[in-house]
């Protein structure tokens, strides 16, 4: 990914934000490693590549954000025309604005994220307009994050709202209770919205479960693999649109690639409409 400058970013070249300490393996830049990109350092790169020698990571975060983008699109397909997006991560491949405005062109969308990295490079990669707004803040404070201007200014809790959660509430330990986290962010929300969640899981392999979650023990953001029961009471309060709490392979997949996807059985996703 180029920096913000246009150039291609190397080690020596690019200046953190102030605070930011680059020696601390980074969730977001990790998962940016996964992907390919290049916004990530050296500790980055070498816990991510000790992820990598347990599994297909790189398969297993791009099945995650290809079912961002089926996610979105099936929601906008709905009528809905705003997006909140809770742990955004560095701007990559198919970004909420892209996939909800290929069916809504004017969707409204605010991305939130409490990496400085993330928001700096967001504020940078992703569209300077009036209906798109980047928050810096915590999702384990949802009243903080309800109440920023950006999403004050973008999104109208009485209209229905797509509320995404892909691939960050297994940053969030049983304490900080990711599920009353998703229903502070949703109960407000009209009927007709819709909540997307996607969740790392090591039902099919916990034995390499615990040597990731020891990975990431030394990560700026813990690892909280849960199984099938756990995330689909993150849904409660929400009728699940078919085919439910799945792997992210079984949900509507649109090709062989989706469909037969490595690592599939390392994510629960889902959709769910609010009655
Ligand atoms: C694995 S990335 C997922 C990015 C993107 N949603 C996706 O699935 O492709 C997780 C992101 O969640 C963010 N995150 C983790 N805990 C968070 C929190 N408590 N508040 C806000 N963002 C958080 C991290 O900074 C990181 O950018």
Redesign the pocket.
């Known amino acids: 990914m180029p920096h913000i400058d246009g150039t291609a970013m190397t080690d020596e070249t690019r200046v953190p934000p102030p605070g930011i300490d680059v020696t601390i393996p980074n969730?977001?830049r990790m998962?940016d490693y996964y992907l390919g990109g290049k916004d990530n350092f050296q500790a980055d790169r070498d816990a991510a590549e000790k992820i990598m020698a347990l599994g297909p990571s790189r398969d297993i975060?791009v099945a995650?954000?290809r079912f961002?983008g089926r996610a979105v699109r099936y929601a906008a397909g709905q009528g809905i025309r705003q997006f909140l997006?809770?742990?955004?991560?560095?701007p990559?491949m198919d970004n909420v604005h892209e996939a909800a405005r290929r069916v809504i062109p004017d969707a409204r969308v605010v991305y939130?994220?409490?990496?400085p990295v993330?928001t700096v490079h967001a504020r940078a990669m992703l569209p300077a307009d009036p209906i798109t707004a980047i928050v810096e803040?915590?999702?384990?404070k949802p009243a903080a994050v309800l109440a920023d201007p950006g999403v004050e200014r973008l999104i109208d809790f009485s209209e229905p709202v797509c509320v995404v959660f892909?691939?960050?509430l297994h940053?969030?330990t049983d304490d900080e209770d990711p599920w009353g986290v998703v229903r502070e962010f949703t109960e407000r929300a009209a009927s007709g919205s819709h909540l997307v969640i996607?969740h790392l899981t090591d039902d099919a392999h916990p034995e390499v479960g615990v040597a990731a979650r020891e990975v990431y023990d030394a990560v700026s953001?813990p690892l909280v693999h849960r199984g099938h029961a756990a995330v689909s009471r993150m849904f409660d309060g929400f009728e699940l649109i078919e085919p439910g709490v799945t792997t992210v392979a079984e949900w509507r997949p649109e090709g062989v690639w989706e469909r037969e996807s490595p690592g599939s059985e390392w994510w629960y996703v889902g959709v769910g409409r609010k009655p």
Not at 85 to 90: I, N, P, V
Not at 112 to 115: E, F, K
């Open positions: 969730a977001a998962y975060c995650n954000r961002l997006d809770l742990g955004t991560g560095l990559n939130v994220d409490y990496d993330v803040e915590d999702v384990r892909v691939g960050v940053c969030l996607s953001a």
